[in-house]
């Protein structure tokens, strides 16, 4: 949303501002009678909240003033709009419209975004692209510059790359407030790219975020001498609180499958004296979680339940985030001269919202949005990004022996379910006319990774065990980081025909029997995001998981979460691109054949 005050001179803007916090003209909207919960002080009190356009202009008794709404909140609480410190909105599937639908009516506008995702298939004007849709959604988003993309130079190949021009030009975007989160990795081996990208962010003022996954002692002090500033990948308390004592701030994550909270918040109130360094983020949350849980909301409602105080809770997911993003002149309190995002709730322990205002707009209100954002207009290129060889064949799928070998001992990438992490084993598999073929009586499954940026023939392949497919084949857009197309199956035939789907399609999900589509979700967008509402996505979604359990015999509740991860040659132990299988721990390729006979 774009505030008229854009139209008129800063002067006049601050001359109506002072006249309506003395009440000299009318207000637009006053919220009256509530219990106003200060981030600031830790305490609350009973006041009215003056609105005026887009700004909070006052914070106590304004029930003379003559005003253009009032509402009456008496016996309910004020709290400042609810913050995501770092959140992947390509993860969700849904453009800011839609992902604004269900994020208001929990309290939460305002989201610090790294868009690897899309900069990874679309690059810079990819990320400006989002931002542009973004504008006509009642959403704050900020931008966190993504600072590694590709992920895995020389190991993958991407839609686009990030270079140090590319990274000056978005850091000086007006949305942009950091530099995305950094492997400790390229910091530790001195990689100049990575350490000019920081000082470009310092030069601009702006925070570098740090992806530092159990990192301690002398290693955790590079990082932070180096620059950077915060971590959202603790997992144990012991961690976080050696983090803290660095002086480096801990988003405390709570997503889809990386749940952490309360491994780190509990009882940590015992051994902190000040929370102001934790932070709430979601990172990667699926929208059937937010719709069944909350997204920051939950985050809130879960540190109340394990015994953070409420206040200290609500901090974490407004002031903290936005005094550590130096954003609190502007979000994150109730106070006047700022954004005026407020949430009513019923309570502080439960945050039950019964009314949100965004940028001085009523919103939402008792369970309904007011306010309509426009349908997307999405540019034909944005919808055109997978793109296949048309010479593509079911023989390029698979992997070829020399003639004569009657089975070959082969790497097996082996699923984790819930996790994003696999296990490396060897098996022996059967070779058929110089092609090794799948085993669905052991679970050995044909995988392969398409290039669908270039549309050439360059495919990576391996097999799999954990999908649990007895016919058929499943492919996805969505494969991190560098999203090309990936395909599971036991067929060859149908593994080509569910890729050729994809790329007619845009992109997206889709499984297959017998040369046919049997259920998908279409992400048009960049091949990542759906144009469709959350209630949309989920229910096809959900669809398309329980056809792949019914019609292919999967043994996975959500087979496609898995199968995006399985493409990361970042993630121990085996990953695989279209440059073929790499070992993630050593980050190095490996053949997917070790011998045959």
């Known amino acids: 949303m774009v505030s008229t005050d854009s139209l008129l001179h800063p002067t006049d803007v601050k001359s109506s501002l002072i006249q309506a916090a003395l009440g000299e003209i009318p207000l637009d909207l006053v919220l009256s009678g509530g219990t106003v919960v200060d981030v600031y002080s830790g305490t609350t009190f009973e006041a009215d909240v003056a609105i005026y356009r887009d700004r909070i202009v006052g914070i106590g008794r304004y029930d003379g003033v003559d005003c253009k709404r009032r509402l009456d909140v008496s016996s309910r609480y004020l709290i400042p709009g609810l913050i995501d410190a770092h959140m992947h909105i390509e993860s969700t599937m849904l453009t800011p ?28 004007k990819g990320i400006q692209l989002l931002l ?57 081996s001195l990689g100049r790219e990575y350490l000019e990208k920081i000082s470009l962010a310092e030069s601009a003022s702006k925070l570098v975020n740090g ?23 603790c997992v144990t308390q012991g961690e976080a609180l050696e983090k803290l004592r660095r002086g480096c701030a801990v ?3 709570e997503g889809t499958s990386e749940r952490n909270l309360e491994d ?26 937010i719709l069944r849980e909350g997204h920051i909301d939950f985050n ?17 997911a407004t002031i903290n985030t936005a005094t550590h993003f130096r954003l609190d002149h502007e979000i994150g309190v109730l106070a006047p001269g700022r954004k005026a995002d407020v949430v009513v709730v019923e309570d502080v322990r439960t945050l039950q919202v019964s009314a949100v205002v965004f940028d001085g707009q009523l919103v939402y209100r008792e369970g309904r949005m007011l306010y309509s954002a426009k349908t997307p207009e999405v540019p034909e290129w ?54 090794l073929a799948s085993d669905p009586s052991r679970d050995l499954l044909h995988i392969a990774v398409v290039d669908r940026h270039r549309a050439t023939r360059q495919v990576g392949k391996a097999f799999v065990r954990g999908f649990g497919l007895t016919e058929g084949a499943i492919a996805s857009s969505v494969a991190h980081d560098h999203h090309n197309i990936v395909v599971v199956g036991v067929s060859p035939a149908d593994m080509l025909c569910a890729v050729k789907h994809l790329a007619e399609t845009g992109g997206g999900f889709v499984a297959v029997r017998s040369g046919k589509v049997l259920a998908e979700l279409v992400l048009p967008l960049g091949g990542l995001i759906s144009l469709q509402s959350a209630d949309d996505v989920v229910d096809s979604l959900d669809k398309l998981n329980e056809t792949v359990m019914r019609e292919l015999g ?42 045959v006979r």
């Open 264 to 289: 780190i918040l509990a009882g940590i109130e015992c051994k902190l004296a000040d929370t102001r360094g934790l932070l709430f983020c979601t990172d990667d949350k699926h929208p059937s979680d």
């Open 382 to 435: 944005a919808l055109k990004t997978v793109r296949v060889s048309p010479d593509l064949s079911e023989e390029d799928l698979v992997i070829k022996v020399p003639d004569g070998t009657s089975e070959a001992l082969v790497r097996v990438i082996n699923l984790i379910p819930g996790q994003i992490i696999n296990r490396e084993t060897r098996e022996w598999v059967k070779a058929t006319d110089g092609f």
């Open 554 to 595: 999967c043994s996975l509740e959500s087979p496609f979460m898995q199968l995006e991860f399985v493409t990361l040659p970042t993630v121990p132990e085996l990953g695989l691109t279209n440059r073929g299988l790499v070992n993630a721990t050593k980050f190095e390729p490996v053949e997917p054949v070790i011998s």
């Open 300 to 316: 809130v409602r879960k540190a109340i339940e394990i015994g953070i105080d409420p206040i200290k809770a609500i901090q974490m």
């Open 132 to 188: 542009l849709i973004a504008e006509e959604a009642p959403l704050r988003v900020f931008v966190q510059v993504p600072s590694r993309v590709p992920t895995a130079p020389g190991l993958e190949d991407t839609g686009a790359s990030l270079g140090i021009a590319e990274t000056q030009k978005l850091l000086n975007l007006e949305g942009a407030v950091s530099l995305g989160e950094l492997n400790f990795q390229h910091v530790l």
């Open 97 to 124: 419209r839609a992902l604004a639908e269900i994020l208001i009516p929990r309290g939460v506008t305002t989201i610090l975004a790294d868009p690897h995702e899309i900069a990874n298939v679309m690059g810079v």
């Open 251 to 253: 988003m405390v994550r």
């Open 211 to 233: 992806h530092m996954p159990g990192l301690s002692g002398r290693e955790l002090n590079a990082c932070l001498a180096a620059g950077l500033r915060d971590d959202h990948e």
